[in-house]
């Protein structure tokens, strides 16, 4: 006698295995302080000279001993960190991936990190789209921090993509703060176009955005490594409303 299977018969225990497999609890994801992306403006704007500026002054800023104290010094003892660096609407690059840094050793080796990804440079300006790219490396990182924060360099307006308020707008609604580093820089561009005027006020309407957000001016290149380092040491420790 010839026993037909029938193809129909296991689907039962299957069906009971699939809801197990739904039913298991996600990965759990690191508690830390802050989740932070570090977004910087490398468009054509910014030459060789200046793009290294700009590196040596995260290096020296997130290996400062004030910023790796405030980094380890929260209730979770650490924060997350990612390097990012952007142009056009079409250009945003991690450097450097999600990283908890709590420690001396943890900075150091975020930092030589950024020191030796090789540079790149791109066409135009888009502040829109370095927001929304940004905004969208909070979820799957491993990490779930107290506040998510975007906070975004540069030395000039947009040119590129949606207003930037716009994406400003979205980011906040998520529940994502962003504070920002204008450039004040009175050199004309690699292909000769006049620096923007008033670029800290631009970021104060169209920009930063969310709670405690702010910004720090740089004057110049040669003074980014400081203004960097007083907005970490604010921007971890969570001191925010105002500008500077």
Not at 33 to 53: H, K
Not at 120 to 133: C, F, K, P, V
Request: hydrophobic share 45%.
């Amino acid at each position: 006698m010839r026993v037909r299977a029938n193809p129909t018969a296991g689907l039962p225990a299957l069906w009971m295995l699939l809801m197990m497999v739904g039913a298991w609890p996600a990965a759990a994801q690191q508690p830390v302080d802050l989740e932070l992306v570090l977004a910087i403006d490398i468009s054509g704007s910014v030459d060789e000279e200046e793009a290294a500026l700009q590196r040596e002054g995260y290096v020296a800023a997130l290996t400062n001993p004030r910023v790796v104290a405030a980094m380890g010094g929260g209730p979770f003892g650490a924060i997350a960190v990612t390097y990012v660096e952007w142009a056009g609407e079409d250009y945003q690059r991690m450097v450097v991936p999600w990283t908890l840094i709590g420690t001396g050793e943890q900075a150091a080796s975020f930092a030589q990190q950024i020191e030796a990804a090789p540079f790149a440079s791109a066409r135009w300006t888009s502040l829109s789209g370095a927001i929304d790219y940004s905004a969208t490396l909070f979820d799957g990182n491993g990490f779930e921090g107290v506040r998510q924060v975007i906070d975004i360099s540069g030395d000039g307006v947009n040119n590129r993509g949606r207003p930037p308020d716009l994406a400003r707008d979205q980011a906040v609604e998520q529940g994502i703060t962003i504070n920002g580093l204008p450039i004040l820089n009175d050199r004309p561009n690699p292909w000769g176009g006049a620096a923007p005027v008033d670029l800290d006020r631009y970021y104060e309407e169209n920009v930063i955005g969310g709670p405690g957000a702010f910004y720090i001016a740089a004057r110049d290149f040669d003074a980014f490594a400081s203004a960097i380092l007083a907005k970490l040491i604010r921007e971890i420790a969570g001191l925010g409303n105002g500008s500077g």
